[in-house]
């Protein structure tokens, strides 16, 4: 945050204030602007337009106040307006189910060129938060910071301008255009597919992109960032639902806790009125809500012996971890529930009711006394029954729903124990959930932000923003390091997104029965959009809006694994592409993946999904297959058969975005490889991607196969990317003109790939003996020397070409280059090289002598 934000804040929290009030018309005092109103029908609203003001950039980050080539401007100011939802886009006449006119359109328009050329770039609506490092820890609180942002990397040096632009009910405004400078930098732009090479990615100044790299969790992995930067690792694939669930249930930070996990994860227990239990009639849901928790104390078995409905407990922050508060404060919590046929005591002589408690893990699978539903299990500090600093009451403006509200102070600790809703000392019954609070008392008589972040449980209808600003932190270090974000951007059995029909009503199927499959939309919807496609689409506005921006994501992937012989998820994932794409310059590559298979025909290589610019491949190494022990060939053969160049090729990079070595396709990880001490699966499996498919490698089983940092057996074997990474990167694989090397050995034991560029001179090739494979070190097999000769065709004739002979583990650079000699071509062309006793394996590059 800038000092000039700093010293705005009383005016900011007065306009605040104005804000709340009007957006949160329709919710219990103190509705918190960063979580949307449930929807209602459209309000009367002035005819005036939003206002925009206090119009502010960080340039004044940059030397004389100029934005560097490709590197983040940002724009930050006030929007007055009407909206009842700033998270979602204005439209006045939207798919059925979602509400008119409720949201807020605000973008920015940037020209370099006196707006003969204009770029258009969302907006997003955003909270600011405190961070700290406590406990060590991190410590992220809300504040009351509030405001719209707009992020751009302009793409050219020059005199830009900017201009900002908002719809809502109330008309349309526009801000007066406001100059910027953009100078040169170093930054090498966004990664394309090579216009050059369709096998590669690079950069927009041309720059090869080795990308090598792994799958990640990212948050729990950011103090890695600088090893894996100096070994050469830039390429993480995370999941954006799995590693911060900012839209979506899928991975929601509410988490059921019952005898068995119910069917719906990693979804949070959601239902609707057209999914009540037995009893129970509709409508429930708050309108505009449509979704609610549903908590249940059910202990009857079902055919399989599984007591499905036995949910008493929802606990939250599962994946995102403890909330963080201020020690020795009073904060207020407040619950928006709903009780059907609650029943009790359990316990005779015990209170029984809907409870809000803190406490530890609070499941004991012996003692069932330890467990969340049973009287005395952890500390409540709300309850419906009598006997402590709360209370409760129907909720006036929504008919059958409550309002339990409670006060609690924190001890010396800066970190909440476990928030539970539970249903404590129950026999039967259910309880539904809309709202969630959890506020700090403030010394004036007002509360604070929520510090429940994802507080609604439409969680289809929001954007978590603390979750969303620790993407931020995660995406700000990328950048640091020189590490770029292949993001996962959806679920596809997310329960929100799978629950609505085409004409926005809610099913009566349940989502893991319906063969609609409906969150894959209605095909390309041109006869009228869909409630799910309209919902997606604003997350898709978001995503861009928020980490667009940034040089650092190498591409966005729909989702993880959908049907190879669905057509409607060939659909799904080209609407994606052809959305994402009209975020010029700023637009990044888009792919999706499946779950078995390579659909070329069908899908990757179909003229009529043309908005996907790679292809994405999933494929397991078994025991059972032919190249399960040489891990150099596990990875070439199927990268000759798939790359872009390829006859099985669909003419676009190929990415294996999943593998591993596992005992089947759906794991786990296979032990051998643990006994490979000194990783020579990995290295050969890293160099074996010098071949010219050009298929780049994402391995699944980080752990336990590349990198443990605890435990009885530690490893690290992220140093076996550097030798590579160094040898490959100035290479300038993009230019296309490199073709595979096709070179002849005069030994079967000697493996020589690599490619060759004949216009310029040029060649770089891995020379292996072939016996040393990971499997036969782990056996103890003999692995005899290889001598022989390796040759390449094609050259000028009897011309000196420089040989510079790599050390392929040397972990420092000045090591790396063992030494360099002169060789000359004969009279056809050709280069010769000689290998004596190689043991293991080495790699050349060759070029022209000057």
């Known amino acids: 945050m800038t000092p000039e934000q700093k010293n705005r804040r009383p005016y900011l929290l007065l306009l605040l204030l104005i804000f709340l009030a009007v957006a949160c018309r329709n919710q219990p005092d103190s509705q918190p602007a960063s979580q949307p109103t449930p929807q209602t029908e459209a309000q009367p609203t002035p005819t005036s337009g939003p206002a925009i003001s206090e119009i502010a950039s960080n340039t004044a980050v940059y030397p004389n106040n100029a934005i560097p080539r490709y590197e983040k401007l940002e724009i930050t100011f006030q929007v007055d307006s009407q909206a009842a939802h700033p998270q979602h886009p204005y439209d006045p006449a939207p798919p059925p189910g979602i509400a008119p006119e409720q949201g807020i359109t605000v973008d920015a328009l940037f020209t370099p060129d006196d707006w003969q050329t204009v770029y258009r770039q969302p907006a997003f609506y955003y909270q600011d938060f405190l961070r700290e490092e406590r406990d060590g820890r991190n410590w992220i609180y809300p504040t009351a910071d509030f405001a719209w942002k707009v992020r751009f990397a302009p793409p050219t040096a020059g005199d830009w301008q900017v201009k900002i632009t908002a719809v809502d009910a109330s008309g349309a405004a526009e801000s007066d255009p406001i100059p910027f400078?953009?100078?040169?930098?170093?930054?090498?732009?966004?990664?394309?597919?090579?216009?050059?090479?369709?096998?590669?990615?690079?950069?927009?100044?041309?720059?090869?992109?080795?990308?090598?790299?792994?799958?990640?969790?990212?948050?729990?992995?950011?103090?890695?960032f600088p090893v894996m930067a100096a070994n050469g690792i830039q390429l993480i694939r995370t999941w954006i639902p799995a590693n911060w669930s900012i839209f979506g249930s899928a991975w929601s930070p509410w988490r059921s806790i019952g005898p068995q996990p119910p069917q719906s994860e990693p979804n949070a227990r959601l239902a609707h009125d057209n999914a009540l239990p037995p009893g129970v009639q509709p409508p429930i849901a708050v309108p505009g809500s449509d979704l609610f928790l549903w908590l249940s104390y059910d202990e009857s078995v079902n055919q399989r012996g599984i007591m499905a409905n036995m949910v008493p407990c929802v606990t939250f922050g599962w994946d995102s971890g403890e909330l963080a508060v201020k020690p020795n404060t009073e904060y207020?919590?407040?619950?928006?529930?709903?009780?059907?046929?609650?029943?009790?005591?359990?316990?005779?002589?015990?209170?029984?009711?809907?409870?809000?408690?803190?406490?530890?893990?609070?499941?004991?699978?012996?003692?069932?006394?330890?467990?969340?539903?049973?009287?005395?299990?952890?500390?409540?500090?709300?309850?419906?029954?009598?006997?402590?600093?709360?209370?409760?009451?129907?909720?006036?403006?929504?008919?059958?729903?409550?309002?339990?509200?409670?006060?609690?102070?924190?001890?010396?600790?800066?970190?909440?124990?476990?928030?539970?809703?539970?249903?404590?000392?129950?026999?039967?019954?259910?309880?539904?959930?809309?709202?969630?609070?959890?506020?700090?008392?403030?010394?004036?008589?007002?509360?604070?932000?929520?510090?429940?972040?994802?507080?609604?449980?439409?969680?289809?209808?929001?954007?978590?923003?603390?979750?969303?600003?620790?993407?931020?932190?995660?995406l700000a270090q990328a950048e640091a390091n020189d590490i770029y974000l292949k993001l996962v951007v959806m679920e596809k059995n997310d329960y929100s997104l799978n629950v609505f029909n085409y004409d926005g009503t809610l099913s009566d199927v349940p989502p893991y029965r319906n063969p609609q499959r409906l969150f894959l939309g209605a095909g390309r919807e041109e006869q009228g959009q869909t409630k799910t496609r309209w919902l997606q689409e604003a997350w898709w506005r978001y995503a861009q809006a928020r980490w667009g921006y940034s040089t650092s994501v190498h591409s966005w992937e729909l989702l993880n694994e959908g049907d190879p012989a669905d057509e409607r998820f060939y659909i799904l994932a080209d609407e994606f592409g052809r959305y994402m794409r009209q975020f010029t310059p700023n637009n990044h590559l888009v792919t999706t993946s499946f779950w078995q298979g390579f659909p070329r025909d069908p899908f990757w290589a179909n003229d009529n999904y043309p908005n996907l610019d790679y292809a994405d491949y999933h494929r397991y190494i078994r025991p059972d297959d032919p190249f399960f022990g040489d891990a150099a060939a596990a990875t070439q053969r199927p990268s000759e058969r798939l790359g872009a160049l390829a006859p099985d090729g669909a003419g676009m990079p190929v990415m294996r975005g999943e593998t591993g070595w596992a005992a089947q396709d759906t794991g786990p990880p296979i032990p051998q490889l643990l006994r490979d001490k000194e990783g020579v699966w990995l290295h050969n499996f890293i160099w074996g991607g010098i071949n010219p498919g050009g298929m780049l490698e994402s391995y699944w089983y980080v752990q336990p196969h590349i990198y443990v940092e605890r435990g009885e057996r530690p490893l690290d074997l992220r140093n076996q990317f550097g030798p590579y990474y160094r040898f490959i990167q100035d290479v300038p694989l993009a230019n296309g003109r490199y073709r595979a090397a096709a070179a002849t050995v005069s030994h079967e034991g000697l493996r020589a790939w690599g490619q060759k560029d004949v216009v310029n001179g040029r060649a770089h090739l891995w020379l292996q003996n072939k016996a040393r494979t990971w499997q036969n070190v782990v056996q103890g097999n003999p692995i005899p020397p290889v001598s022989g000769t390796v040759a390449l065709d094609g050259f000028p004739a009897n011309t000196p070409f420089a040989v510079e002979w790599w050390d392929s583990y040397a972990t420092d650079v000045e090591n790396a280059v063992m030494k360099v000699e002169t060789v000359v071509s004969d009279g056809n062309g050709r280069i010769t090289l000689t290998i004596e006793n190689l043991e293991t394996d080495v790699a050349v590059k060759i070029a022209i002598a000057d």
């Open 332 to 474: 207020r919590v407040r619950v928006r529930y709903r009780e059907a046929g609650l029943a009790g005591p359990l316990v005779e002589g015990q209170p029984f009711g809907f409870t809000v408690k803190t406490g530890g893990w609070l499941w004991d699978e012996q003692d069932a006394r330890q467990r969340c539903y049973a009287p005395g299990a952890g500390t409540v500090i709300a309850a419906t029954y009598d006997g402590g600093d709360w209370n409760h009451a129907p909720d006036p403006e929504n008919e059958g729903w409550s309002l339990l509200n409670g006060r609690f102070r924190t001890n010396d600790a800066n970190f909440l124990d476990r928030f539970y809703l539970a249903l404590e000392n129950v026999t039967g019954g259910n309880v539904f959930v809309d709202y969630v609070w959890l506020e700090e008392a403030l010394p004036d008589g007002r509360f604070g932000s929520n510090l429940i972040h994802r507080p609604w449980m439409a969680h289809h209808q929001q954007f978590d923003q603390e979750r969303a600003f620790e993407l931020d932190d995660a």
């Open 181 to 224: 400078t953009v100078v040169p930098s170093a930054n090498k732009g966004f990664l394309r597919v090579s216009p050059n090479d369709p096998r590669y990615f690079a950069f927009e100044d041309g720059a090869y992109f080795p990308g090598l790299g792994y799958n990640l969790d990212v948050p729990q992995n950011l103090d890695e």
